[in-house]
């Protein structure tokens, strides 16, 4: 699979190290990140609505398997602020984070994905809603969530 990386004006600084974390992360089940250079928000505002904005990924990218590093907040209707979200082979990611939290939170996203759910393990697919949750969890899916990875895509970690 190949999981193409977009970045608004903002937030290019971070998109090699992603790749990076990403590929260390899911390089083993068939991973390759592309990065796919910049996309236009659409969206005015300080908090962007990722609703929206993963619809506009959707169709941006041809609905090929997506993520986007954007430098603005993010909320979700109905839920309020998000660190990223993901859905139907879209994913968001708020770029103004450390780069502890940032790579974890991508990680996390691109594990939804690759289909994988929210675990209660020390995961990376812990949920997390505020930075300091992020920050405490690893930068690594736990041995259920890397079976169930490898039982999906066919491919063994290594």
């Known amino acids: 699979m190949i999981l193409h990386l977009f970045h608004d004006r903002r937030a290019l600084a971070d998109v090699a190290t992603l790749k990076v974390a990403i590929e260390e992360c899911f390089g083993a089940f068939g991973l390759q990140v592309q990065e796919s ?28 398997d997506a993520l986007w590093l954007v430098d603005r907040e993010l909320f979700y209707p109905e839920i309020g602020p998000v660190l990223g979200c993901s ?44 930075p300091d949750e992020a920050r405490e969890k690893p930068a690594r899916l736990c041995h259920k969530c890397s079976n169930r990875l490898a039982l999906k895509t066919g491919l063994e970690r290594i």
């Not at 910049?38 to 169709?59: C, D, E, Q, S, T």
């Open 87 to 130: 859905a139907k082979g879209a994913a968001l990611l708020y770029g103004g984070l450390d780069p502890d939290v940032l790579a974890r939170e991508a990680l996390h996203e691109v594990g939804h994905l690759l289909s994988l759910e929210h675990c209660p393990h020390s995961c990376v697919m812990r949920l997390s809603t505020t």
């Open 37 to 64: 250079g910049y996309l236009y928000v659409p969206l005015a505002g300080h908090k962007l609505n990722a609703a929206k904005l993963l619809k506009h990924l959707a169709r941006a990218s041809c609905r090929k």
